[in-house]
């Protein structure tokens, strides 16, 4: 068991902003590499970014790089995914989630199915 709890959702306007949170164990953010993933209603979940465990190197998908930040924090002992100049596009449920192993998270393809453990999702709505 590795629990993960997303935090942060919320309603914006385009071209706001959003910072959510993934509460993991210190142990875990040290073990794990952890990965964002997002899913609208009727779309397949698409992985977005990702962050190794063991020298925090980051990955991010086209379509939201430059504009998303993930990043560690210790103290809070969480995973942040800073999120700027949204879009209407970028509605979504944002799930993070847990996978170790030393071939993952070594590009920007970040696949659901590699991932082993999950949080329940937080909503993002950006609005037209």
């Known amino acids: 068991q590795v629990p993960l709890v997303e935090s942060g959702g919320g309603v914006v306007q385009p071209g706001g902003s959003l910072r959510l949170s993934c509460a993991a164990s210190?142990?875990?953010?040290?073990?794990?590499?952890i990965g964002w993933f997002r899913q609208a209603p009727g779309k397949e979940r698409e992985g977005i970014a990702c962050i190794r465990n063991s020298d925090s190197t980051t990955y991010y998908v086209d379509s939201v790089k430059g504009r998303f930040t993930i990043s560690k924090d210790y103290v809070e002992s969480a995973v942040h995914l800073e999120m700027n100049d949204l879009k209407p596009e970028d509605t979504a449920v944002y799930f993070c989630a847990a996978v170790s192993g030393s071939r993952y998270c070594r590009d920007a393809r970040v696949r659901a199915y590699e991932y082993d453990y999950w949080g329940q999702g937080t909503q993002v709505t950006v609005s037209s």
């Open positions: 210190r142990y875990s953010l040290d073990y794990y590499h």
